[in-house]
């Protein structure tokens, strides 16, 4: 796979252990400018079998990454990602391409989860997956009151929290906390 205006190839590959560290700062660097910015690991994800995890390699650079775990007719994109530089030359496409035509037989449907960030929801939706729940991801920050939170005897009340709030509840959420984010699950039948 390349870029048809005459950029330097790329190909895809199945994901080595090798390639941690500039797996991790692909995605963070991909994520960083996303409402999952700090969704930051320290360590791959590791998925239980069967998984299907590859790399988009250009002069032994990892320029993008999707690993899905498949849970019998169900397919979960876990993480995907291009670094930023590596963008808009159709990596992100490939590799979902590659990915799907890797299940395993018997897979119906692959879904996905993001947030707000408007490139991501339309690259899905350009993708052939459609919108099926969403719910929202609801951030206390440590400058927000603790009203109505509590920890058990002996620890503070949170500094900081992440919760899950059912959508009918956004517009309290969005009047009480400053950093509210609609989580979306995409689905494509396959």
């Known amino acids: 796979m390349g870029h048809e205006r005459g950029e330097p190839m790329y190909t895809i590959r199945e994901y080595r252990p090798g390639d941690e560290p500039q797996w991790l700062e692909c995605r963070l660097l991909s994520f960083f ?12 994800t590791v998925l239980p079998d069967p998984q299907l995890c590859f790399v988009a390699e250009e002069e032994s650079r990892v320029l993008g990454l999707i690993d899905v775990e498949v849970d019998g007719q169900r397919a979960t994109i876990d993480s995907i990602a291009v670094r930023p530089e590596a963008q808009r030359r159709g990596i992100a496409g490939a590799l979902l391409g590659h990915a799907i035509e ?34 929202l991801h609801v951030y206390k920050g440590w400058d ?20 899950h709030a059912d959508i009918e509840h956004e517009a309290a959420m969005r009047e009480k906390h400053a950093r509210v984010y609609t989580c979306r699950q995409y689905l494509k039948q396959l």
């Open 33 to 44: 400018g996303t409402d999952y910015y700090d969704d930051v690991k320290t360590a791959k």
């Open 144 to 163: 927000e009151p603790n009203d109505g939170y509590a920890s058990p005897p002996g620890l503070s009340a949170p500094v900081m929290a992440f919760m």
């Open 102 to 135: 890797r299940l395993p037989e018997g897979v119906l449907t692959l879904d996905a989860w993001t947030r707000e960030n408007t490139e991501a929801n339309a690259w899905y939706q350009r993708s052939g997956f459609v919108e099926n729940h969403s719910y």
